[in-house]
Every structure is written in structure tokens, then in C-alpha cells.
């Protein structure tokens, strides 16, 4: 998540849901909040992958009735990126 997300509010929902903000606080934050720096960089990761897979169609437009099919679908498109 970016710094647009630094929202005391939202920080405290994922606490609750025991689920670790990895969310950069803004330069003009009174309290900093600490994050992993490690995970917050390899965010760009999975944005590039979850990018390529949008370039398939039939993941981008959902066409599987069933979440099965839909998963080897995902599967495959994932398995296509990693050979290229």
C-alpha cells in the first residue's frame, strides 16, 4: 500500500484482523509507525506479476463460471510468465 493508505482507522482494522501493515508512513505524520522496509520493497514484485497477468484476457475478464477453473487458468498464465 502506498502512503496515501496511512490512516490511523485502517491500521487499526488490519491489526485487529491480525494482518501486518507494511504501509509507509507520511512525512508529515506526528507519530511515525514502523514498517518492515524489506517487504514494503518487494511490493514492486508482485505488482509487476499481477501486471502481466492482466495482459491475459481471460484472467482479466473473469470468463471461468467456477473459482476452480478460474485457479488453473491463474495457474497456467502464471506458469506461462515464469518460462518466458
Not at 9 to 20: A, M, V
Not at 34 to 61: A, T, V
Request: proline share 2%; net charge positive.
Amino acid at each position: 500500500m502506498d502512503k496515501a493508505y496511512d490512516a490511523d482507522k485502517l491500521i487499526e482494522q488490519l491489526k485487529r484482523q491480525n494482518i501486518i501493515s507494511v504501509i509507509p508512513p507520511q512525512s508529515n505524520r506526528k507519530e511515525l509507525c514502523e514498517y518492515d522496509e524489506s517487504i514494503y520493497k518487494e511490493r514492486n514484485l508482485i505488482e509487476c506479476f499481477i501486471g502481466k497477468l492482466k495482459q491475459f484476457r481471460r484472467i482479466f475478464s473473469r470468463f471461468e463460471k467456477w473459482a476452480k477453473n478460474y485457479m488453473h487458468i491463474l495457474r497456467f498464465a502464471a506458469t506461462l510468465i515464469w518460462l518466458r
